[in-house]
């Protein structure tokens, strides 16, 4: 069983920056291809980016591609996502996410084997 714990959440001005992390224990950390998963009230999960047990591939989506950046740690068992230029449409709670096996790519919920709690992240403007 694998843990997912998210931190660094919170209240950024449009134009600023956030770096969430998301430590992982319980578990081999370098078998699991990492994501990032959003909500926003009202809506679906969507997938935001992902980075492979290496770390060799990546994945973001058209919404934050320039923007957001992915990176993991496979020493600390950590998972990054720099956040800048964050606009309010950013506005949403952030998910970490764990899926083994092969590399798909863009993640799916489906695809997903554990989840973080979730982290606040407010974009005003």
């Known amino acids: 069983q694998v843990q997912l714990v998210e931190s660094g959440g919170g209240l950024v001005q449009a134009g600023g920056s956030l770096r969430l992390s998301c430590a992982a224990s319980g578990g081999t950390f370098s078998d699991y291809n990492m994501g990032w998963f959003r909500q926003a009230p009202g809506k679906e999960r969507e997938f935001v980016t992902g980075?492979?047990?290496?770390?060799?591939?990546?994945y973001y989506s058209d919404s934050v591609k320039g923007r957001f950046t992915i990176s993991r740690d496979n020493a600390k068992n950590t998972v990054y996502l720099q956040m800048n230029s964050l606009k309010p449409e950013d506005t949403a709670s952030y998910y970490c996410?764990?899926?083994?096996?092969?590399?798909?790519?863009?993640?799916?919920?489906?695809?997903?084997?554990?989840w973080g709690q979730g982290t606040q992240v407010t974009v005003s403007s």
């Open positions: 996410a764990a899926k083994s096996g092969s590399w798909p790519g863009r993640f799916f919920t489906r695809h997903v084997d554990y």
């Open positions: 980075i492979s047990r290496n770390a060799y591939m990546t």
